[in-house]
Nanobody
C-alpha cells in the first residue's frame, strides 16, 4: 500500500508559476514510476508528467517546456514545477504511483489560473 498526499495548488495569474508536491508513504520504496494527471469537470483525466525510478521523465506536448517533474528520494516526494501557466491549465491535479500492476492515487489539489 502506498499513500499519496498532494499539496501546493492554488490560484495564480496567467504566466505565473506553481510547484506541486506529492508526498508518498507506506511502501514507497516499491514505486516503479510516478505520474501527474489533471482533470477538469466533464473531461477525461489527462496525463501531464512521468518520472521513473531511474529519473527518466516524459511529458505530453501540451506541457512540454513549461512543466518539469522531479523527485527527492530521501523525502519520498515528487514535485511538479509548472511555469508559464495558462488558463487552460486550470484543473485538479493528481499524482499517481505505479507499484507492479497497482496504481495508487492522491486526493488531488486544485490549480486555478486566472486570465
Amino acid at each position: 500500500q502506498v499513500q499519496l498526499v498532494e499539496s501546493g495548488g492554488g490560484l495564480v495569474q496567467a504566466g505565473g508559476s506553481l510547484r506541486l508536491s506529492c508526498a508518498a508513504s507506506g511502501s514507497a520504496f516499491n514505486i516503479n514510476y510516478m505520474n501527474w494527471f489533471r482533470q477538469t469537470p466533464g473531461k477525461q483525466r489527462e496525463w501531464v508528467a512521468r518520472i521513473t525510478s531511474g529519473g527518466g521523465t516524459a511529458y505530453p506536448d501540451s506541457v512540454k517546456g513549461r512543466f518539469s517533474i522531479s523527485r527527492d528520494n530521501d523525502k519520498n516526494t515528487v514535485y511538479l514545477q509548472m511555469n508559464s501557466l495558462k488558463p487552460e491549465d486550470t484543473a485538479v491535479y493528481y499524482c499517481a504511483a505505479s507499484v507492479g500492476y497497482s496504481v495508487y492515487w492522491g486526493q488531488g489539489t486544485q490549480v486555478t489560473v486566472s486570465s
